[in-house]
């Protein structure tokens, strides 16, 4: 099963039984048996780096998308490039993910036990959680923001509306509470099934912009489709791009903080994976923009694929209608993306134009090769450290 993804939760648990990998995605399963570990492992080796630009959909065998299910996102394939690389323990992997997902929703779906078997395996070792985005509108936000594209929850909602929005949203006491609340139950699960050596590795977010030039300040993403649809073109300022950069680390604040407040609960079990500085000089505005193929900016934007997105966005009735305002009826992004899935049904141009879509501002295979490095080096120094023989009490989240 495919849904897809765009911030929230991101889990590879690693067993010897299974790793599987959750983030706010929908739902991918590769199960794989001891019998076809050996050509699974070839099968990855062969297409690991088309499953980064083509979302990981046409290189994987035995994958059916479902017309109710958008494709996987691009935002997981750090933990793609991270299996098999941690050794001695073998790994078998499956993946799971759910779209549009929140702290609550996490908690309220993917923690459940429909979602853990098959995912979780027998033992889990560790999970890498990425989440928070959603909470914030982080998607929205950049659509509106970005590339003038309305918001579907209110269409006559502008930028600068957002953006405070945004802000207040990562700078709540809610923000870190929920963040705690996700943490310990993951936690929770993780123990009951691998006992007190069970780890939680929380991924930060990377800053998009180069905020210090000036020669974005009359760069506009806007894209050449919906252009009836489309509210007037943002640039991107310095201001702009500052507060963009501003809600990234706040995003990373809020986890840090999170994750440090967990942790007095189970020490040595939970850890923060900042990667923002390894993006440095890989960010947009380092260079001329727009430029959709440069192969140093490590974010995806719209490409030369703009004509054949519209043309697939034009023949969706429900995009007219929730974009345009002229009707009352209003669609959360995560429904949105379910409406594009089912017009995309199982056709392979539109799944692609799809993949086009949506994985605007997510990493490329480069970036993902840096976050992968930095979740297996973290991964790799923590993994054989014992846990305390006496486990304080897990923190309230709600204190």
């Avoid at 989440?131 to 998607?139: L, Q």
């Avoid at 929850?153 to 600068?160: I, Q, W």
């Avoid at 990373?252 to 900042?274: H, Q, W, Y």
């Avoid at 840096?370 to 009490?393: C, F, K, Q, S």
Wanted: contains cysteine; charged residues 20%.
């Amino acid at each position: 099963m495919h849904r897809t993804s765009f911030r929230g939760m991101l889990a590879v648990i690693l067993s010897s039984i299974n790793l599987v990998f959750l983030s706010d995605a929908g739902i991918i399963q590769i199960p794989q048996t001891a019998d076809d570990e050996n050509a699974a492992s070839t099968r990855r080796s062969q297409n690991g780096l088309v499953w980064a630009i083509r979302m990981q959909l046409d290189s994987v065998q035995g994958i059916k998308f479902k017309p109710s299910m958008p494709p996987a996102s691009a935002m997981t394939e750090h933990t793609r490039l991270l299996n098999g690389h941690l050794q001695p323990r073998p790994s078998k992997f499956n993946f799971v993910a759910c779209s549009g997902d929140t702290f609550q929703t996490i908690i309220q779906k993917q923690l459940q036990p429909a979602y853990l078997r098959p995912a979780w395996g027998d033992r889990p070792e560790f999970v890498s959680l990425s989440m928070g985005g959603n909470d914030i509108g982080f998607k929205e936000l950049v659509t509106l923001c970005i590339y003038s594209i309305p918001n579907p929850m209110d269409p006559f909602m502008e930028c600068d509306d957002a953006l405070a929005r945004s802000q207040r949203l990562v700078n709540s006491p809610d923000f870190v509470n929920d963040a705690i609340s996700v943490i310990i139950a993951t936690l929770r699960q993780g123990t009951s099934r691998h006992g007190r050596s069970f780890k939680i590795y929380v991924t930060g977010y990377a800053q998009f912009f180069n905020e210090q030039t000036t020669q974005c300040n009359g760069v506009s993403f806007r894209p050449d489709f919906l252009k009836r649809l489309l509210k007037a073109k943002q640039y991107l300022t310095m201001e702009k791009r500052q507060a963009l950069n501003k809600l990234a680390r706040d995003l990373n604040t809020g986890l840090r903080e999170a994750v440090m407040k967990a942790s007095f609960g189970a020490p040595d079990r939970v850890f923060f994976i900042d990667y923002d500085r390894q993006f440095h000089g890989h960010r947009f505005c380092d260079r001329v923009e727009p430029n959709p193929n440069d192969a140093e900016t490590w974010f995806f934007t719209y490409g030369a694929n703009q004509a054949a997105i519209g043309d697939f966005l034009d023949s969706i009735p429900q995009v007219q209608e929730v974009l345009s305002g002229h009707s009352n009826r209003t669609m959360s992004y995560a429904a949105l993306l379910q409406v594009f899935a089912e017009a995309a049904g199982d056709n392979k141009e539109k799944r692609d134009i799809l993949v086009d879509l949506t994985r605007v501002f997510h990493p490329k295979l480069a970036g993902h090769r840096i976050i992968e490095r930095r979740l297996r080096n973290v991964v790799t120094a923590t993994r054989a450290r014992p846990p305390p023989l006496i486990v304080a009490p897990v923190v309230d989240a709600k204190a």
